[in-house]
């Protein structure tokens, strides 16, 4: 099992930053990537950016490339989501996630955190 704990969520203004951040522990030897999705209010889960432990390599749905970037301290078992110029729409609950394989669809992920609120304010 891989406890996943988020943190870091409120209320901003349009143009504003946030920093995610989630905490993993457990069996953390067992997953490979991790990945930040959200969801707003009566729409279907949605990717937002991933990465991988054991390398650089960094993936982002296109909506948010140049605003948020997803980073990780492995001494820490932790990783940041990093979000600048905020808009209303990138208002949602935020999940953390972990599995083996990188993937857009939230079907291949295993281990889910409780999920942190983001309030984009115009």
């Known amino acids: 099992q891989v406890q996943l704990i988020e943190s870091g969520g409120g209320l901003v203004q349009a143009g504003g930053s946030l920093r995610l951040s989630c905490a993993a522990s457990?069996?953390?030897?067992?997953?490979?990537?991790m990945g930040w999705f959200r969801q707003a209010p009566g729409k279907e889960r949605e990717f937002v950016a991933a990465?991988?432990?054991?390398?650089?390599?960094?993936y982002y749905t296109d909506s948010v490339k140049g605003r948020f970037t997803i980073s990780r301290d492995n001494a820490k078992n932790t990783v940041y989501l990093q979000m600048n110029s905020l808009k209303p729409e990138d208002t949602a609950v935020y999940y953390c996630?972990?599995?083996?394989?990188?993937?857009?669809?939230?079907?291949?992920?295993?281990?889910w955190g409780q999920g942190t609120q983001v309030t984009v304010s115009s």
């Open positions: 996630t972990s599995g083996r394989y990188y993937s857009s669809s939230d079907a291949e992920y295993d281990y």
């Open positions: 457990g069996r953390t030897f067992s997953t490979f990537y």
């Open positions: 990465t991988k432990w054991s390398s650089s390599n960094t």
